[in-house]
């Protein structure tokens, strides 16, 4: 495997695209037509310590782990501190039109949005789970870029922090709810995409499969559906109610009950039967699940 290079600093990034227009240490705005990788890191492995997030309308020649990233008209893109990507050697970046937003976790990592940063879920998207935004959508996040330059191109002041972060949250709500909307109108391919994983669990215990590889995992379906656990779960969240783990979870209860009811198996057997390596923890499941132990539900429904 290829060594990885760190870009250790926003502005480290900033000097090796030969610019010298940085403002403040932690954030910084970038038209991508002036976006352009170094020379020396086509075809590396990168990873950065910061947050990063891209407006792009054509190919910049930009993979993500196995998958070549073309930007199509109106597509964000986002990255978190230590995701891997590369370079291709015949970029297109004139041609493209938009902006990138790198912000540093120092930078909020005192106020609210430090705190939720992790909840924005769109940051361990895949790069092919990319958002696709509409003219207005569009409109929307430019004009909180446009702020955020703004307050980067005055004296920095007591209000300067506070309001680059507010306009920073701001634009990933945004997107929280332009995602929502791209779940809501991709739904007959979702469905699809439920019924996947509803098979799935189903074949994974069927065939026993917890005997020899453990528990069934939310990476295991989502490298099945070639989608990435985090999307993968909002997406079954967003149709069913439900996320993964509560989709596996509903299933191993399910067949519980039957196993209580149809055999002379005691918990700890029908436990370990599905893939749990402690007993009590299947209990505390079946409990949180419908309110009674296996065994008071085994006692119910046989007398």
Not at 198 to 227: C, R, V, W
Request: glycine content about 4%; aromatic content about 12%.
């Amino acid at each position: 495997m290829s060594e990885i290079f760190t870009v250790e600093s926003i502005g480290q990034m900033v000097k090796s695209m030969g610019r010298d227009d940085l403002k403040h240490p932690l954030i910084y705005v970038v038209d991508v037509k002036d976006f352009q990788a170094p020379q020396e890191l086509n075809g590396v492995r990168v990873t950065t310590t910061f947050y990063s997030v891209f407006l792009k309308d054509a190919d910049c020649g930009m993979n993500y782990g196995r998958n070549r990233y073309d930007f199509n008209e109106g597509v964000l893109s986002f990255f978190a501190p230590g995701q891997v990507s590369s370079f291709d050697e015949d970029q297109k970046m004139e041609s493209t039109y938009g902006w990138g937003l790198f912000f540093h976790p120092d930078l909020i990592r005192k106020s609210n949005l430090g705190k939720t940063i992790r909840d924005y879920n769109f940051f361990s998207y895949d790069v092919h789970e990319a958002l696709h935004l509409s003219k207005k959508e569009e409109d929307i996040l430019n004009d909180s870029i446009e702020k955020i330059q703004f307050e980067l191109d005055q004296n920095i002041d007591g209000h300067s922090q506070s309001l680059l972060i507010s306009n920073i949250e701001l634009l990933l709500n945004y997107c929280n709810r332009f995602y929502e909307r791209q779940f809501h109108t991709r739904t007959n391919h979702h469905k699809d995409v439920v019924s996947q994983v509803e098979s799935l669990i189903h074949n994974y215990y069927e065939n026993k499969k917890q005997h020899d590889t453990g528990p069934l995992s939310i990476q295991f379906l989502a490298d099945q559906i070639h989608l990435s656990p985090n999307y993968l779960s909002d997406l079954l969240k967003k149709e069913t109610g439900k996320n993964t783990k509560e989709h596996i979870n509903d299933y191993l209860v399910d067949v519980a009950k039957t196993e209580l009811l149809n055999t002379s198996a005691n918990v700890s057997e029908i436990a370990y039967d599905l893939g749990f390596n402690y007993p009590h923890y299947f209990s505390r499941l079946f409990k949180k699940k419908t309110g009674i132990t296996p065994q008071e539900y085994r006692e119910l429904n046989l007398n």
